[in-house]
């Protein structure tokens, strides 16, 4: 049995309260979005984090938490008091307890997403065997999930796809396994390359048709298609690079947007493309649009 807090925080200020949580014996501490918000990594090596997180903090069952909660209770930096309660957590097998909870998914007619210890509930789809705990984006968050569904009714079959901002490389397999010749997968994240690659073999996509990418070690090509689920900054500064990498008549899918950011998306893309109206999902949008001649 373990006792697990949740304290809900801005992100900047995560350092300074684990080094309190860590002096009061926690013993582990894991971060949790608190309004699911994407995450795109500014600078290579550093943490993403999101602007509200929950600390998830786990405590020996029978350690007293008494005069820790009534500190945080007086801390201002604490987002919610409310939000602040203590969880009593069975012992269990944690691989099997988040196993469970992953099942296969469909986007749109064609594209499923599989566990990859699972056997796919319809073999002839196109599936895609994904292990969760590898890295980011198994196709429960939204954006994704609009990625995915607009891919499946795309003609990828004979394209050269980018996708910027791979993460776990599901929209980079996805691709692939649509019948594009070529897929460049880019990322700032070294870890999320590594994820990528590993995907990408236990989804047998041959090394020639699947390259990986940073930033900066991506060559200059004109793609049919390119794909960015990041955030709106992003997008935004990389605009006129999108347009020099998506040849004329190609296509541009943008995600990782919330409703009210559709405007400023648009400003900055409608010089080079004929952007489509927005597709919405909880909240969330993608964008696409044709590269102008």
């Not at 998306?265 to 952007?275: A, G, H, P, Q």
Request: glycine share 6%.
């Amino acid at each position: 049995m373990w006792q697990q807090l949740k304290i809900q925080l801005h992100s900047e200020d995560t350092s300074s309260f684990e080094q309190i949580l860590f002096d009061s014996d926690a013993i582990s501490i894991s971060y949790l979005d608190a309004e699911d918000q994407p995450v795109f990594q500014e600078e290579p090596g550093a943490t993403p984090l999101w602007d509200y997180i929950f600390l998830l903090c786990l405590f020996n069952a029978k350690k007293d938490l008494g005069s820790l909660l009534n500190k945080l209770r007086c801390s201002t930096k604490v987002l919610n008091n409310e939000s602040l309660n203590i969880e009593l957590i069975e012992d269990q097998d944690w691989e099997r307890s988040w196993m469970k909870d992953f099942e296969p998914m469909q986007f749109g007619e064609k594209l499923w997403i599989c566990p990859s210890w699972l056997s796919p509930p319809k073999p002839n789809a196109v599936n895609i065997k994904l292990d969760p705990g590898l890295a980011f984006g198994t196709g429960n968050h939204a954006t994704t999930s609009l990625c995915l569904r607009w891919l499946d009714q795309a003609d990828v079959g004979g394209s050269e796809v980018i996708d910027y901002g791979c993460g776990s490389g599901v929209l980079s397999i996805a691709s692939a396994l649509l019948g594009a010749v070529k897929v460049h997968a880019v990322d700032n994240d070294p870890q999320a390359i590594s994820a990528t690659i590993d995907n990408s073999h236990r989804n047998n996509i041959p090394d020639d048709a699947l390259t990986t990418y940073l930033p900066e070690a991506l060559p200059s090509l004109h793609a049919d298609i390119l794909i960015a689920n990041i955030l709106e900054r992003p997008l935004i500064d990389l605009s006129e690079r999108f347009a020099e990498l998506v040849k004329k008549g190609g296509y541009i899918t943008l995600s990782g947007l919330l409703e009210e950011q559709i405007p400023s998306l648009l400003s900055s893309y409608d010089c080079w493309f004929d952007m489509e109206a927005p597709q919405i999902e909880q909240g969330w949008v993608l964008l696409s649009g044709t590269r102008k001649s």
